[in-house]
């Protein structure tokens, strides 16, 4: 890959191309020559290289007239394969996608593209983003670049994938249960869910659409500011998006900040390696005058997890009943036989059955269980009753602290196949992260260091629409770590 600049932010980018050091054009046939490289990986579904070099002229145009590059000029974006861009395929990692073609594009990515981005494929994913491992695709599992034994984490384990091995810039992921936070600890980048209703979904598939949140993976926080900065605010399709426009904020005066730490998230089960790692990022936020409290949650671990895999089920059973065969993807016809009344049936039936994968249909079940009549008190409506005291438990916390700091995953990568056929284990690894979904509220994974000399990272969590106190922290956190 010796062509390959391996910018590492947005503004290291647009300088070397105002600078006329490598064109765009150039640029993005290298970041289409590293996905070719690292094949191996299978973090892209689809790659569309001449699409991507066709709006890299179009960006090489304007530095001959000497404009200055802005806003996502240059930035080479990769768009996990849940969310739609006109004319490409749009798989949700699933067999029943396998043949849809997007007829329109998503609001976040229309609103990057608009600003120049290029984007160049779509990433892999857990199939509908349901999975911890990147491994439940019907195109085959990710594999981790820092070690190709291990998962990437997920679902939106190619993009994390995709930045770590310099395949692309940055990338879009969702986050409904931290699959943007996880991947980017697996992996060593930054992952970032926004606050709830602050990017529209309009666009995205989404299996759990009170949980969910388009959120981006990237080298820097910076990166994160600006495109937060393009792609979040009102669309008028998202009903839920109603949060004021994002601006990023200048740096945080940190002697004044005060910062939570829940003791639940630094008990058992927790690998000694990350405790330390999170500890040594505390103590540095200390010696720069932060406040440290010990504070409690409660609901925001086991109960959190227990909560999410009722309430999400419940949900994407009834989201995903769209995905009939009628309307999109894949359809198998039915020709009377099974004995359930109508061809139409039977063609539902003979196509979900064929096109969902196991996790799916686990999902499916398990939702349309919780919710049927006789069992709905008792598990979805009690998962709402723990959601609004999860709720009610952060609101008091963040009346003491501006921010929380938890380790983003109990453990390091796992290696490939580990956890694959044991579900319970598989929805563990949320155990950190799905509390911020829940109580739709910021949440940045970083890179804070290594286990078992694997990448792991640590969460901060912030008010609901603080999400600029977020990124600012983590900015200055990680130019400390730099020594900058
Ligand atoms: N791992 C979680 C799940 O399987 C979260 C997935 C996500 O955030 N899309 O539901």
Redesign the pocket.
Known sequence: MSNHPRFNSIRQTQEALQNKQISCEELTRAYVQSIDEHNDLNAFISVCGERAIAKAKETDSKIVHDDALSGMEGVVLGVKDNILVKGLGCTAGSKILASYTASYTATAVNRLEEAGAIVIGKTNL?QF????SSQFSYFGGVKNPVDPERVPG???GGSAAAVKADMCLAALG??????CR?PASFCGVFGYKPSYGLVSRHGLLS??PSL?QVGVLAHCVEDIEVIMGVMAGQDGLDANVRLPQFRSRKDVPLNALRIGVPEEFFTDGLDDEIKKAVHDQITMLKKQGATITNITLPHATKEAIAT?YII?PAECSSNLARFDGVRYGTRIEGDGSAGVGSDVIESYLLTREDGFGAEVKRRILLGTFVLSAGYADRYYVRAQQARNMLREGLAKAFREVDIIITPTTPNPAFPIGSKTDDPTTM?L??IY??SA?LAGIPAISMPCGLSQGLPVGMQIWGRYGDDATVLAVARQLDALNKGQ
């Not at 983003?129 to 911890?132: E, F, N, P, R």
């Not at 969702?174 to 699959?179: L, Q």
């Open positions: 857990d983003g349901m999975g911890s997920g679902s939106s969702t986050d409904m249960g931290g699959s996880q299996s759990g969910d999410y999400m929805y690894e949320d992260t799905v979904n």
